[in-house]
C-alpha cells in the first residue's frame, strides 16, 4: 500500500489508480485495512452465481433497479466502508434520490452511499469479516437489507437481516422461506451435490 494513504479518502483515491492491485479483495473497515487474497472456493462460486442469476432476472423483468456483482467497489464515507461485495443490489428510487451513486474514476467505478440490499457468502478465510465486521458497517451505512449465505459444512445456512434500530434483525424463516422486503417475494435456498460431487444450488422464489 502506498505511504499516501493514510484515511478512507485516501484509500478510495488508490482504488482507482492503476496501480491498485487487481486480484484478491482489499478493503478499509472503519480505518483498518482487510486483505483477503485467496481465491474463491467452488461452494462460494455457484452459490452466489445462483443468487445472483435469480434475483437479476427478477430486477430485469420488474424493472426494480440495478443489480451489481463483484470487483464493483461500495463505499460509505460516514460509515467508514469501502469494500467489494458479493452483490449489490439498488432500487430505481434509492438511484433517482441520489441515495446511491455512481462515481465514475480514471480506471474503475465506485458505487457511494446507501444500497437496498447487498449479498455476502461466507468463506473459512471471511468469517470474521461477514459475521461480525461489515454487519456493523452496513447497518451504518442504512444499507436495508443484508443477505448473508454460508455453504460451508454439511447444512447451508441462509440468512436475511433486516435494518433496525439497534443494528439487524433477522427475519425469521418459514419452513425454509424467508421474506425480503426489498423485493417483496419470499425466497428459499438449497443445496444438493450432483453425480461429481459438486455442489448444485437451488433458489426458489413465491
Known sequence: MPRWVTDLESFRRWTHAEDFPDYGLIASF?????????????????????????????????????????????????????????????????????RLQVKQGPVSSELVGSSDMVLEVVSTSSVQ????????????????????????????????????????????ARNGWLKSAVFGKSFRLTMKLNGLDLPVFKLEVR
Request: hydrophobic letters at 40%.
Open 129 to 172: 469479516k461477514d459475521t461480525v465486521v461489515l454487519p456493523q458497517l452496513y447497518w451504518k451505512a442504512g444499507i436495508r437489507e443484508y443477505w448473508r449465505i454460508d455453504p460451508r459444512g454439511t447444512k447451508l445456512r441462509f440468512d436475511i437481516f433486516l435494518h433496525a434500530k439497534e443494528g439487524y434483525e433477522p427475519v425469521k
Open 30 to 98: 472503519d480505518g483498518k485495512l482487510w486483505i483477503e487474497a485467496q481465491m474463491e472456493t467452488v461452494l462460494h462460486n455457484k452459490a452466489k452465481g445462483k443468487v445472483c442469476a435469480v434475483v437479476e432476472t427478477i430486477v430485469e423483468e420488474e424493472e426494480l433497479g440495478h443489480l451489481v456483482v463483484d470487483r464493483m467497489r461500495l463505499s460509505h464515507p460516514e460509515a467508514g466502508l469501502s469494500t467489494e461485495a458479493d452483490a449489490t443490489f439498488a432500487s430505481l428510487e434509492t438511484l433517482q434520490r441520489q
